[in-house]
């Protein structure tokens, strides 16, 4: 049976409410013609600005609720180490049912938090009154935008990477067991290339030398080195091999054949490290903007409330 994914959360009901939310508060402000024009000043434009500020405490409570989990896990192994030992497989059960539960849970928070915040892209901007300015306002409203926006990215990466990640691997269990697989080929390769000339052992040495997995950020993310000398090594082995003897040409082709797998490997450990940076990096955004939202929200309602 196959599980529903965050967004399809009982049977989309986060998607219902935001949606009912959305297009209730899109036929108030179609509806209301105020007298001064729209904006965040008059009483729909404070109901906006409430409902606005309150969906942000939603979500900002998502975070606090993801990090319960070590909380009590700390505190119930510290509970357990301390039990009678005949209470294990009683204790097991009560953990496993804890955690199915509070996996469910933490799935509705997700879903939750991730329809309540495009919901809260339509309420700001109606709470504006699309009046924009060189102001801590309008600050806010665009450091709000681009949370949403790298949390829609998120929840992208987080549904469609780990798929691709399987995918690349190819039945390889883990990234280590890639590594080690072409660790291994690169010590054949050195053997063969033994039996012939320096030019082919020159390009087998340098792609065991100077090939690069991961490295600085841009690597990362586009599974990219320029030039790789592997697949150059492909490449230069192909040229080579056509002025080999025919009594040559046999173990050749073995040495060909590790080579050119070898670059199949190091492209999936590439395309691997991407996936991962593009799952992870976005963290690296997301949450120092939020807290940079949270800033000048706070500092928006306080000139509002003060000031105006």
Known sequence: MQRNTLLEYRNYRYFKIASLLTI??????????PAMGAYGGSWLGYLFGILSALIVVVLTLY???????????????SLNASSPQQDVPDRRK???SWLRHHGATLQGWLSAHTYMGIALIVLATLH???????????????????????????????LRMPRLMTANMGGINTFNALLLEI????????VKSLQFSDDICA????ARQETLIGGN??????????????????????LLGKSLKYDQLKSFDDLFLIMAHKE????????????????EFWLYLHAPLSIAFLTALIAHIVAIFFYW
């Open 24 to 33: 209730s508060a899109v036929l108030a402000y179609l509806f209301d013609q």
């Open 63 to 77: 975070g606090v609720r993801k990090r319960l989990p070590s909380i009590r896990t700390e505190r119930r192994n």
């Open 94 to 96: 009560r953990q496993a």
């Open 128 to 158: 504006t009154g699309f009046q924009f300015g060189w102001n801590v306002h309008t600050l806010a409203y665009a450091l709000m935008m681009v949370v949403i926006i790298s949390g829609c990215y998120g929840i992208y990466a987080y």
């Open 183 to 190: 660790d291994d080929l690169d010590k054949q390769a050195s």
């Open 203 to 206: 390009v087998v040495r340098k």
């Open 217 to 238: 950020f841009f690597r990362q993310l586009t599974a990219c080195q320029r030039n790789c000398p592997t697949a150059k090594a492909v490449q230069q082995l192909r």
């Open 264 to 279: 199949t490997l190091v492209r999936r450990a590439r395309l691997d490290v991407m996936y991962r940076a593009r799952l």
